[in-house]
């Protein structure tokens, strides 16, 4: 099992709050409301230790404190016991994800994925960043860089989420098709 491939990640555990156990994490996800709005599934998560090492954790209660999430996780009842679990990363398994609406992906989906544009290969996917408007896909270009490009080496590519350019999204094919504007892929 891959903690990278198997699990995604909807917080992380950044400190202890007070004395019962409690802990504050970074949310991580677009659902934050899954913490709060639990069911028997939702409130078994995977916990993710620095170490590698995967543990179930289950959340017996939840808040929100400004743009962090409380949580009072099963077994963890002492200050000492919350500091444990600083850095460990909460997940969930893909039957646990939410679903999403049309035209929007996970972006672990779109890592991987063959960037297009025509017939000609640009590059793959290497990671999906989030800076203001729309999100951006790093793309590793091959080895002989883009067509026309004189370079020899690999470089990378950024390249908007937005459906005025990528035409078509395959996560089943791991495929991107681009009609970029011109100059996007010079930049």
């Known amino acids: 099992m891959n903690p990278a491939e198997d699990f995604f990640a909807i917080a992380k555990i950044v400190r202890a709050r007070g004395f019962k156990g409690e802990v504050i994490a970074d949310v991580l996800t677009d659902f934050p409301e899954r913490f709060t709005q639990r069911d028997d599934a939702g409130d078994q998560l995977f ?17 929100f404190q400004k743009n962090r999430v409380v949580l009072k996780l099963a077994g963890c009842d002492t200050e000492e016991a919350a500091e444990s679990h600083r850095g460990v990363v909460l997940a969930v398994t893909r039957e646990q994800l939410s679903e999403l609406p049309a035209d929007t992906w996970y972006h672990a989906d779109l890592v991987g994925c063959d960037v297009l544009s025509g017939n000609v290969r640009i590059g793959s996917v290497e990671r999906v960043e ?58």
């Open 47 to 63: 916990g993710i230790w620095p170490t590698g090492e995967v543990k179930p954790v289950e959340i017996e209660n939840a808040w």
């Open 130 to 187: 989030n800076y203001g408007a729309a999100p951006l896909l790093v793309v590793k270009t091959g080895e002989a860089g883009l067509p026309g490009d004189a370079k020899t080496s690999s470089r990378e590519v950024m390249i908007p989420l937005t459906l005025s350019i990528c035409k078509e999204i395959d996560v089943e094919r791991k495929q991107i098709t681009i009609d970029p504007p011109e100059g996007l892929l010079e930049l």
